[in-house]
Nanobody
Framework: QVQLVESGGGLVQAGGSLRLSCAASGLTFSDYAMGWFRQAPGKEREFVARISRSGTVTSYTDSVKGRFTISRDNAKNTVYLQMNSLKAEDTAVYYC?????????????????WGQGTQVTVSS
């Protein structure tokens, strides 16, 4: 059974940093591009960041560009999201997702597997 398990969420003050981790099992991790999405109360799930299978190509939604960094360690079957200069608007449940497709998609429907989410709360 494929499992994606996020960790590292919590409460942080605005301007602070947080590092999320997503540990994958039950799949060949290097066959999947990995993405981070987030969903705030009352809002649709939003693309945050994506990293290619090899880790050489990354993409970000404009609102986090320059503040967040996605990375992966294929030897550890883990993808990370380093979040710096956090804002109250970053408050959301953050989800890790795996995509076996070839396109660098930002559409949540294109991702094959999802984690349970981890709460990130940024206080102002």
């Amino acid at each position: 059974q494929v499992q994606l398990v996020e960790s590292g969420g919590g409460l942080v003050q605005a301007g602070g940093s947080l590092r999320l981790s997503c540990a994958a099992s039950g799949l060949t991790f290097s066959d999947y591009a990995m993405g981070w999405f987030r969903q705030a109360p009352g809002k649709e799930r939003e693309f945050v960041a994506r990293i290619s299978r090899s880790g050489t190509v990354t993409s970000y939604t404009d609102s986090v560009k320059g503040r967040f960094t996605i990375s992966r360690d294929n030897a550890k079957n883990t993808v990370y999201l380093q979040m710096n200069s956090l804002k109250a608007e970053d408050t959301a449940v953050y989800y890790c997702a795996a995509d076996r497709g070839m396109a660098a998609t930002r559409r949540s429907d294109d991702y094959d597997y999802w984690g349970q989410g981890t709460q990130v709360t940024v206080s102002s």
